[in-house]
């Protein structure tokens, strides 16, 4: 099983910046790309950012230039810095992983590669 553990959230006033973290866990072989989501009311989830394991990356149009995604291979973390926030990325946000993981099936060590999520964390920008 893999679990991935968001932090950093809450409440900033609009222009302020906050950081997310995302931190992977469980029987992990691999991860491969590793991004945030995030999902206003009403909305659907939207891509934010993603982050493959080698560095390449990709921003959704509306947080070019403000928001950047990072990761530490070495601690299976993922991080996104979120500068000039503004109210409209006032949303929940989530952190999801590519993972291969190592499972045992009736005594045999294998590899499976899933799609994982975090719970979601809330950020609220405020005018």
């Known amino acids: 099983q893999v679990q991935l553990v968001e932090s950093g959230g809450g409440l900033v006033q609009a222009g302020g910046s906050l950081r997310l973290s995302c931190a992977a866990s469980?029987?992990?072989?691999?991860?491969?790309?590793m991004g945030w989501f995030r999902r206003t009311p009403g909305r659907q989830r939207e891509l934010v950012a993603g982050i493959s394991n080698g560095g390449s990356t990709n921003y959704a149009d509306s947080v070019k230039g403000r928001f950047t995604i990072y990761r530490d291979n070495a601690k299976n973390t993922v991080y996104l810095q979120m500068d000039s926030l503004k109210p409209e990325d006032t949303a929940v946000y989530y952190c999801?992983?590519?993972?291969?993981?190592?499972?045992?099936?009736?005594?045999?060590?294998?590899?499976?590669?899933?799609?994982?999520w975090g719970q979601g964390t809330q950020v609220t920008v405020s005018s």
């Open positions: 999801n992983a590519d993972v291969t993981a190592t499972v045992q099936t009736m005594g045999i060590m294998s590899k499976r590669r899933s799609n994982y």
């Open positions: 469980g029987s992990i072989f691999s991860i491969n790309v």
